[in-house]
């Protein structure tokens, strides 16, 4: 079974940290982006990493507080969220794409991903 979950998310505080988890079950992950989306507002993608973990991105939104890694043993990509706002309160999604492709221009494209996990929930609120 093709499966992707995410898993990290909670209640932070601003200015704290969270690290989310994205692990594939039934396949190999190549490029994932992670996308989120907030109450009311459309899914944005915030970050991409490609398979080798050389090629990464992110929006303008996250740049400098958050951070992407994967551990390719463990079929595992990781979102470090550091310097955390309440404006970053949203669901979380990762999405995999079986492609070789690079984080270019169409990183954040959503139809470019065919696997999607079912989300998490990170909430930032003192």
């Given at each position: 079974?093709?499966?992707?979950?995410?898993?990290?998310?909670?209640?932070?505080?601003?200015?704290?940290?969270?690290?989310l988890s994205c692990?594939?079950?039934?396949?190999?992950?190549?490029?994932?982006g992670?996308?989120?989306?907030a109450?009311?507002?459309?899914?944005e993608?915030?970050s991409?990493?490609?398979?080798?973990?050389?090629?990464?991105?992110?929006?303008e939104?996250?740049?400098?507080?958050?951070?992407?890694?994967?551990?390719?043993?463990?079929?595992?990509?990781?979102?470090?969220m550091n310097?955390?706002?309440?404006?970053?309160?949203?669901?979380?999604?990762?999405?995999?794409?079986?492609?070789?492709?690079?984080?270019?221009v169409?990183?954040?494209?959503q139809?470019?991903?065919?696997?999607?996990?079912?989300?998490?929930?990170?909430?930032?609120?003192?």
């Amino acid at each position: 079974q093709l499966q992707l979950v995410e898993s990290g998310g909670g209640l932070v505080q601003p200015g704290g940290s969270l690290r989310l988890s994205c692990v594939a079950s039934g396949f190999t992950l190549n490029r994932i982006g992670w996308f989120r989306q907030a109450p009311g507002k459309e899914r944005e993608g915030i970050s991409c990493i490609s398979s080798s973990g050389g090629s990464t991105k992110f929006a303008e939104a996250v740049k400098g507080r958050f951070t992407i890694s994967r551990d390719n043993a463990k079929n595992t990509v990781y979102l470090q969220m550091n310097s955390l706002k309440p404006e970053d309160t949203a669901i979380y999604y990762c999405a995999a794409d079986r492609s070789g492709k690079i984080c270019g221009v169409s990183a954040f494209r959503q139809n470019e991903y065919e696997y999607w996990g079912q989300g998490t929930l990170v909430t930032v609120s003192s």
